[in-house]
């Protein structure tokens, strides 16, 4: 054994079905918010209409994000099952020859044939673990383990609700300048996209000054589309 080989090691949660809609979810409520209400304060000075907008905005967008994110989680879990019960009937109705092609996985990342004949085997004897692991090697993915279309629609409800109401607290606090607002979304930009790097291979101020860029662009651009339509009288 290698000396300092690590012994012990723990992965994260990878198939959870939390963290990208958490993550997305929460970008995505303060780009769009954020932007939102940049555009609508380019077009206008009325606050009331800008917090309008931007409570509006908070509103659609998490509902949407949600109702989204359980559609789209559900159907792929519904296509993932469906495959799986494929595999299943073909596990019942054709052992041998599942048996055979699972040892031919096994040879094919480089496991002596032997070896894959006898492990295969063994795995098979077990319908269940046989299921599991052929539903691993072919579709990649455990049948105990398909994401939640609930956690992933709730999780995007709350992370984009928290994302849209940073750039409008600010208004429902009273203020009466886009610049409090924008100042308050940039740093939060920042910030959220250096959280993110916690659970990614990138540094945090890659991924904070990547997201500000982001939003600071995206918010920009439409100030500038409301500011046009406003100076129209549109």
Known sequence: MTEGAELHHRHRD??????????????????????????????????????????????????SMAGGEYVSVASQRELAQAEIAVERRELRHHPEDE?????????????????????????SRNPERAL??????????????LPSPLVAAISSFLSFGAGALLPLLPYLLGADELMISAALSCAALFAAGAIVSA????????????????????????????????????
């Open 14 to 63: 990878v198939t959870g079905g939390w963290l990208r809609p958490s993550v997305f979810g929460t970008m995505d409520g303060l780009v769009s918010n954020f932007a939102l209400i940049a555009g609508v304060a380019g077009g206008t000075a009325d606050t009331r209409v800008i917090a309008l907008s931007g409570v509006a905005g908070l509103a659609a967008g998490a509902l």
């Open 99 to 123: 048996q055979v092609e699972l040892a031919q996985t096994f040879v094919d990342k480089g496991v002596d044939p032997e070896l894959a004949s006898e492990v295969a085997r063994q795995i």
């Open 132 to 145: 599991e692991v052929h539903a691993v090697n072919e579709l990649g993915v455990a049948p105990g383990k």
């Open 199 to 234: 659970v990614t291979a990138r540094s945090w101020w890659y991924s904070g000054l990547r997201q500000l860029v982001v939003g600071a662009v995206a918010a920009a651009v439409t100030f500038g589309v409301g500011n046009l339509v406003g100076a129209a009288g549109l």
